[in-house]
Nanobody, 130 residues
Framework: QPQVAESGGNLVQPGGSLRLSCTAS????????IGWFRRAPGSEREPVSCIWGSDGQTYYDNFVRGRFTISKDNWRNTVYLHMDKLKPEDSGVYYC???????????????????????WGQGTQVTVSS
């Protein structure tokens, strides 16, 4: 049974940094893309970034480009989201999910939305506040 599990969420001050982890089980990253998504209070789940496990190709939402970095460790079957220069608007529950389908983690990201991603985790809370 393919599963993913997020960890690393915390309370952090504006301008601070945090690293989230998404660990996969029941499948290996080399055939999948892993996406990170944020659900702010009162909002829908929105795409943040995604990465292909095979070649490391990455895509970002413009709001986080230059501040967040997505990376992978295939040996640990884990994808990371390094978040720097955090803003209060970055607060929310962060989820990761997997997809086998090329169009959902490609140059069309994040406009492709959350459709096409499967095997969602339970989420990890990130709060950016002073």
């Amino acid at each position: 049974q393919p599963q993913v599990a997020e960890s690393g969420g915390n309370l952090v001050q504006p301008g601070g940094s945090l690293r989230l982890s998404c660990t996969a089980s029941g499948f290996t990253l080399d055939r999948y893309a892993i996406g990170w998504f944020r659900r702010a209070p009162g909002s829908e789940r929105e795409p943040v970034s995604c990465i292909w496990g095979s070649d490391g190709q990455t895509y970002y939402d413009n709001f986080v480009r230059g501040r967040f970095t997505i990376s992978k460790d295939n040996w640990r079957n884990t994808v990371y989201l390094h978040m720097d220069k955090l803003k209060p608007e970055d607060s929310g529950v962060y989820y990761c999910a997997a997809t086998l389908n090329m169009p959902y983690c490609s140059s069309g990201f994040p406009n492709t939305g959350v459709i096409g991603f499967d095997h969602w985790g339970q989420g990890t809370q990130v709060t950016v506040s002073s």
